[in-house]
Nanobody, 121 residues
Framework: QVQLMESGGGLVQAGGSLSLSCEAS????????MGWYRQAIGKQRELVAI???????NFADFVKGRIATSRDDAKRTVSLQLTSLKPADTAVYYC???????????????WGQGTQVTVSS
């Protein structure tokens, strides 16, 4: 059974920063992409950041210039640091990973349960 365990988040003041971490566990053979999505109340889930297996990154326009990511394949972790937080950053942040399991030859998408980030003005 695969699990993506998120940590971090909580209540942060506008202008502050946050750090989120995610660790994947289970019968994982290979990891393609890892990253973060978010979903605010009444809105669709949207991409925040993706770190590909080769290290290439894809950041949403709304976080460019105030985001840093790291990935450790040996530990199966991905982390995000976001600065200059705004109330518009308030959302549930979900860890995402594209994983190949056990004897499978295909990659499937997996999600964490989400962690709430609330930015107060």
């Amino acid at each position: 059974q695969v699990q993506l365990m998120e940590s971090g988040g909580g209540l942060v003041q506008a202008g502050g920063s946050l750090s989120l971490s995610c660790e994947a566990s289970g019968d994982i053979v290979d990891i393609r992409d890892m990253g973060w999505y978010r979903q605010a109340i009444g809105k669709q889930r949207e991409l925040v950041a993706i770190v590909a297996s080769g290290g290439a990154t894809n950041f949403a326009d709304f976080v460019k210039g105030r985001i840093a990511t790291s990935r450790d394949d040996a530990k199966r972790t991905v982390s995000l640091q976001l600065t200059s937080l705004k109330p518009a950053d308030t959302a549930v942040y979900y860890c995402y990973a594209s994983l190949r399991l056990g004897p499978s030859s295909r990659f499937d998408n997996y999600w964490g349960q989400g962690t709430q980030v609330t930015v107060s003005s």
